[in-house]
């Protein structure tokens, strides 16, 4: 007869418990996630505390209204388990701009600039800017240097706050296992 320990017994554990460690990458993977995404929502990231991100310099009427680095919505929803094994899970983007946005920094190379028509005011005084007519000029392909600073705006990454709640959440999964 199997030994049972409050209603289940050892060899049922041990099989729930083998499949927990099998799906346990997978399970703190979808947290990371959910947790990274909330970030966007939060509008800040958690750690110890709180930090909340600071607001865009641009206060124009396209930006009005709209959470901080979020315009067609690619960063947030590119977020996603990258890497998994039996004992870890990866979780991170593949945008290009994640980076810079997620540590700060300068980002300093030059661009090109494509030929484009430019339509201007017909003259420099005031009432031709006012006027209707428009002036067009043709402006060359060029290089420019750009030089643009990032403030940090950390959405992903290591979190005291996220890895307790991890433990209890694996905590949880084996009372379940063990206690039930």
């Known amino acids: 007869m199997p030994i049972k320990k409050r209603g289940k017994s050892i060899a049922q554990q041990r099989k729930e418990f083998k499949r927990l460690q099998r799906q346990l990458p997978t399970i703190v993977g979808n947290e990371a996630v959910n947790f990274f995404k909330q970030s966007f929502k939060r509008q800040g990231f958690i750690d110890e505390h709180y930090r909340r991100w600071k607001d865009r310099k641009d206060k124009s009427k396209s930006s009005r209204g709209r959470k901080i680095l979020v315009k067609s919505g690619r960063l947030r929803r590119s977020i996603r388990i990258t890497k998994k094994g039996r004992n870890y899970v990866e979780v991170g983007t593949n945008v290009p701009y994640a980076q810079i946005h997620n540590e700060g920094g300068t980002v300093r190379k030059e661009v090109r600039v494509r030929e484009h028509t430019r339509r201007s005011a017909a003259g420099s005084t005031r009432t031709a800017r006012k006027s209707r007519t428009r002036k067009k000029t043709t402006v060359k392909a060029h290089s420019r240097k750009m030089n ?14 996220f890895n307790k709640r991890i433990h209890k959440l694996i905590t949880r999964h084996l009372r379940h296992i063990f206690n039930d």
């Open 148 to 161: 643009l600073t990032q403030e940090q705006r950390q959405f992903i990454g290591k979190s005291k706050f």
